[in-house]
T-cell receptor, first 115, second 114 residues
Framework: DSGVTQTPKHLITATGQRVTLRCSPR?????VYWYQQSLDQGLQFLIQYYNGEERAKGNILERFSAQQFPDLHSELNLSSLELGDSALYFC??????????????FGEGSWLTVV | QKEVEQDPGPLSVPEGAIVSLNCTYS??????FMWYRQYSRKGPELLMYTYSSGNKEDGRFTAQVDKSSKYISLFIRDSQPSDSATYLC??????????????FGSGTRLLVRP
């Protein structure tokens, strides 16, 4: 158990809808990262937050947004969903903005299916 | 050219075999090297982490880094069916503007046959 908690574990929704994925980082970690992993695709970095502020942005679509709250949990909002958004969404966390020993720890993921 | 290249496999070996998984990279700025194991539809789990060139051993796993050749390897001795998973290499460094750059390989699928 990495200590990173993600909810929900599974989610099925229709095209055009909006969903929110939630992440609680490891205790003491200030940085949260969001990744997308589609079938047969590698991990695609979406966005990083550090202590409530956006730190880095990757290949995140404009339909997607995220935030990190004062209690350090983070939410990833996905709107106007398309079939191609079906994927595993991972949250990861680290102690500093540059990793914990320069590495990060992943949650179990939220499996999103858009039908 | 991708910054990190990893053979997707699948790699199929008999139980007890020595497995060698490899990644090459092009950016000499990478300083930290990691291996993650990912079981199907689960989160990547950090296996090994190393900073310098050379070998690092942890049980049946050995991570090897050759910075001069920009090549890293993960060796698994006495492989077990429970080692069947996707193995992802990852590399990182901190840029001059203090931003954190972490790049993952695409992963190699390993199947250990009983």
């Amino acid at each position: 158990d990495s200590g990173v908690t993600q909810t929900p574990k599974h989610l099925i929704t229709a095209t055009g809808q909006r969903v929110t994925l939630r992440c609680s980082p490891r205790s003491g970690d200030l940085s949260v990262y969001w990744y997308q992993q589609s079938l047969d695709q590698g991990l695609q970095f979406l966005i990083q937050y550090y202590n409530g502020e956006e730190r880095a942005k990757g290949n995140i679509l404009e339909r997607f947004s995220a935030q990190q709250f004062p209690d350090l949990h983070s939410e990833l909002n996905l709107s106007s969903l398309e079939l191609g958004d079906s994927a595993l969404y991972f949250c990861a966390s680290s102690r500093t903005a540059t990793g914990s020993g320069n590495t990060i720890y992943f949650g179990e993921g939220s499996w999103l299916t858009v039908v | 050219q991708k910054e990190v290249e990893q053979d997707p496999g699948p790699l199929s070996v008999p139980e007890g075999a020595i497995v060698s998984l490899n990644c090459t990279y092009s950016n000499s700025a990478f300083q930290y090297f990691m291996w993650y194991r990912q079981y199907s539809r689960k989160g990547p789990e950090l296996l090994m982490y190393t900073y310098s060139s050379g070998n690092k051993e942890d049980g049946r796993f050995t991570a090897q880094v050759d910075k001069s050749s920009k090549y890293i390897s993960l060796f698994i001795r006495d492989s077990q069916p429970s080692d069947s998973a996707t193995y992802l290499c990852a590399m990182s460094f901190v840029e001059m503007d203090s931003s954190y750059k972490l790049i993952f390989g695409s992963g190699t699928r390993l199947l250990v046959r009983p």
